[in-house]
């Protein structure tokens, strides 16, 4: 289990090495003049500030010495100064957004990965039933549908006709536990939407390829309870690709909520990601990719302990 864990940690380590490689280099090709962007788009500035400005953000360096030195800063912590935020720390406003973030990526999966799961098992347990035509039509309708227009349509109906909860998600401080759970409820759902076809079309595959297996039938014929033998023993082997699915859409959700936090003015890390990339904000688009990059690399690693733990061929392999 060592070694594995060891391996596992070593890929982990070279994927964000590469990454950063690779995020430096696509960054620092934006088109535009460096010294022009950092200082908010001014371009009447004298030879002796632009120069001042180069040795200052290190331009001077070679472009594998301007590398070295961003990553070394960012590993320390030094995310930079945002270029159109009066020169603002970049770390404290991106851990606000991610802070935000994670909460609304939190609240998600609570909902989404138990619902998705269960009926993804219902209706593999009631294959070509009606019971499974529903659940595979409702499922397939929301996500199919763009998250926009499920934004819109849970604003109208529990914003504008019950007016049970808010048509906006912004954020306060002081805000309670209940403060939040009202102004995330919504966007919470529509992401809800979105992951619930995925997680449980690949559950309802995955149970029923497993109930198909002999050792199903051999335990069956010992007489174990059909509760017991789907979620002691199907379940253990049935959840491996639905967990991968689940991986995948920890990432989406720490970095692709854009169109649901724009529809709800939430602040977070997506939404803020755009606005930078529109405003060439080098800085903060680095500092946003690498924990977006990060926060994948770690459900990965999160999904292959759980394969460990649920497959134990899978680690002494």
Do not use: C
């Not at 280099?25 to 500035?45: E, N």
């Amino acid at each position: 289990m060592i070694t594995y864990l060891a391996r596992r940690f070593l890929l982990l380590v070279f994927t964000l090495l590469i990454t950063s490689i690779l995020i430096f280099t696509l960054t620092w090709l934006i088109p535009g003049d460096i010294v022009v962007l950092s200082q908010g788009g001014a371009r009447d500035l004298s030879e002796q500030a632009r120069a001042a400005i180069r040795e200052d953000l290190g331009l001077d360096d070679s472009v594998p010495q301007q590398y070295l030195n961003w990553l070394g800063s960012f590993l320390r912590g030094d995310w930079g100064e945002s270029f159109n935020r009066g020169s603002a720390p970049v770390r404290p406003l991106v851990l606000e957004k991610l802070g935000n973030t994670l909460r609304l990526a939190a609240l998600t999966l609570a909902i989404s990965i138990p619902l998705s799961i269960l009926l993804g098992v219902i209706a593999a347990l009631r294959e070509n039933t009606w019971i499974d035509s529903l659940i595979s039509v409702f499922s397939l309708a929301v996500v199919g549908l763009p998250e926009f227009v499920t934004s819109l349509v849970l604003i109208n109906v529990f914003a504008h006709q019950l007016d049970w909860l808010p048509a906006t998600s912004r954020v306060q401080d002081g805000y309670t536990l209940g403060d939040w759970l009202r102004i995330l409820i919504l966007p919470a759902v529509t992401a809800t939407f979105v992951l619930l076809g995925y997680v449980s079309r690949m559950t309802r595959a995955g149970v029923i390829d497993e109930l198909k297996k002999p050792y199903v039938r051999t335990v069956t014929l010992k007489g174990l309870p059909r509760r017991q033998i789907v979620f002691k023993h199907v379940l253990r082997n049935a959840l491996l690709p639905t967990i991968t699915v689940i991986a995948i859409s920890i990432g989406w959700l720490i970095g692709g909520l854009v169109v649901i936090e724009q529809v709800f003015n939430y602040p977070g890390l997506g939404r803020e990601l755009f606005d930078s990339i529109e405003a060439k904000n080098i800085p903060i688009v680095q500092s946003i990719v690498m924990i977006i990059v990060l926060a994948f690399s770690l459900a990965n690693l999160g999904a292959d302990l759980l394969y460990a733990l649920l497959n134990p061929r899978i680690r002494l392999g």
